[in-house]
């Protein structure tokens, strides 16, 4: 693997405004009582972050909630925009957030996998190419022209998974992706994401899993309070966690 | 077998080229209308019959409260035509501008945990809003050849460019709502009021030359020059003139009107894509 940096973190702060109330009568309410500045709060969730992903790293972002992983994901995704710092990327970047974003209760198995895939940036010749394929792995072939209201959550997250693995993207972001299914079915996703990681993957996953976590990633970044409090192997990150 | 990336430089991520951008993304834009579309219609016996349902008990109830109670049928040749030919054009932007406000906030799942060049959602809405124009528009020249319509090439080519300032209008418009309507739920209100006056704002009921009359000359320029009562006209040009028994009389100031209107379009257009692109790097933490 070559050690071309495809995610390029460098002093990162994101900042969140907590507003209370957006209502004009709220407003004159409080700004007369004098708690004009209880109207909104401002919370740091990741302050001065720098870090540096190679092509074909795995890595694990752990930490408690509200450590700031999340957010440090979508920054790396473009969902968001940091406050300070930048966050620079190669390559297409699959912003799988989490697992199902994008898929339509209403429409059935087939056309949200049709949808989700050009969501994460599959062509049309892509989808047709690959759809046999996503909906085997998924399992659920009897239920594909069912409305995905009519799944249960199992199913659901399967077929999510099925089509997110199948899109290909240069950097996979994953968020609470392992929970998903019975535990023959996870160990089937354990096994894919093991196969895209030997064909070179890069890979930034957060989960509370840590068990499971160690399984897929090489490199572990524990965050606490948005500050990066660790960056090494990822026993040493979770060993860490645990000692806390 | 992931690509090698070496040869393409870093970037950063959530950036788009706004509008430009979304020819590259055609094919998830066109199931993005369709999900809107299957997803509006849910449901429902009717479906997409109620495209013709509605803009149909529309103009029976306008044609017998202006045409008949308050007789502009007699003031109006072939008045059912004028009417619904305006009708046409006020619905196509007040849906447009309802979509647009609401595409992002009703889409919020999406923008909060995928970027994609955000301007999708607002795009996606006006389709679907000429996928609800279209069967209209088939009723409109049902009606007007059932009036005996004979339309020339101008006649034709007013209907496009009608088309175009009410599409460049609304979306500019929307952008500006759509971006303020994640801030502010107001927004959605607000576009609502707009549809409410602007049906009675440009000649769709009565014929301009009664504005013209009834108000100072600077409320008449900004009446003439407002791309509703602009894209009405050319409606009017391209549908109810050429019908039997009409006398077209294109005001003679027409010229300037359209040209005024089209440069607002477009200044609208820039200054809702610049007001979104403001606001959209706080989608994501507003949502």
């Known amino acids: ?244 | 077998m992931s690509r090698d990336t070496t040869a393409v430089t870093l970037r950063h991520p959530g950036h788009s080229r706004g509008l430009f951008d979304i020819p590259r993304w055609f094919f998830l834009l066109k199931l993005l209308v369709r999900k809107e579309i299957r997803v509006r219609y849910r449901g429902s016996v009717l479906g997409m019959l109620w495209t013709y349902v509605k803009p149909a008990t529309q103009l029976v109830v306008y044609y017998v409260a202006m045409g008949r109670f308050l007789r502009l049928n007699d003031r109006v040749d072939n008045y059912v035509v004028y009417l619904f030919s305006g009708i046409v054009v006020i619905n196509l932007f007040n849906e447009i501008l309802r979509n647009t406000t609401a595409s992002i906030v009703g889409n919020a799942p999406l923008v909060g945990k995928v970027y994609l060049p955000r301007e999708l959602f607002p795009v996606a809405s006006v389709w679907v809003a000429f996928v609800h124009f279209l069967p209209q528009v088939a009723v409109l020249l049902v009606g007007a050849l059932v009036f005996g319509w004979r339309p020339g090439p101008m006649n034709i080519l007013a209907f496009v460019a009608g088309v175009l300032v009410v599409a460049v209008f609304s979306l500019g418009i929307g952008l500006m709502f759509a971006a303020w309507n994640v801030l502010f739920r107001d927004a959605e209100n607000f576009a609502d009021l707009i549809g409410m006056v602007s049906i009675w704002l440009s000649p769709i009921f009565y014929k301009w030359d009664m504005v013209a009359g009834a108000v100072p000359a600077w409320i008449w320029a900004i009446y003439a020059c407002n791309p509703l009562s602009v894209a009405a006209e050319l409606f009017h040009y391209a549908f109810w003139a050429p019908t039997r028994g009409v006398v077209a009389d294109v005001p003679t100031q027409f010229g300037i009107w359209a040209a005024v209107a089209s440069a607002v379009c477009i200044i609208v257009l820039v200054l809702g894509q610049m007001v979104f692109r403001h606001h959209e790097v706080r989608f994501a933490e507003e949502l």
């Open chain 1, 1 to 244: 693997m070559d050690n071309e940096p495809v995610i390029l973190v460098e002093n990162l702060d994101k900042t969140f405004v907590l507003r209370h109330t957006r209502s004009i009568k709220e407003y004159v309410v409080w700004t007369m009582r004098g708690r004009k500045g209880e109207l909104s709060e401002t919370f740091k969730a990741l302050n001065n972050v720098s870090l540096t992903v190679s092509q074909g790293e795995s890595v694990g972002l752990i930490g408690l909630n509200g450590s700031g992983k999340s957010t440090l994901l979508k920054l790396i995704s473009g969902v968001m925009q940091p406050n300070a710092g930048s966050v620079r990327v190669r390559g297409q970047v699959a912003g799988l957030i989490e697992v199902g974003a994008g898929f339509h209760p209403d429409l059935t198995g087939r056309e949200n996998v049709y949808l989700n895939g050009a969501i994460l940036g599959m062509s049309e010749k892509e989808l047709d190419a690959k759809f046999d394929e996503i909906v085997a792995f998924s399992e659920i072939e009897k239920f594909i022209d069912t409305e995905v209201k009519f799944y249960s959550s199992g199913m659901f997250l399967r077929l999510a998974f099925s089509v997110a693995v199948h899109s290909r993207p240069d950097i996979f972001l994953v968020d609470e992706i392992l929970a998903v299914g019975d535990e023959p079915f996870q160990q089937k996703c354990l096994a894919k994401i093991r196969e895209l990681k030997g064909q070179g993957q890069t890979l930034v996953v957060v989960s509370h899993d840590l068990r499971r976590i160690q399984e897929i990633c090489d490199r572990g970044i524990l965050l606490d309070h948005g500050n990066v409090v660790l960056d090494g192997t990822i026993s040493e990150a979770v060993d860490r966690m645990h000692n806390k």
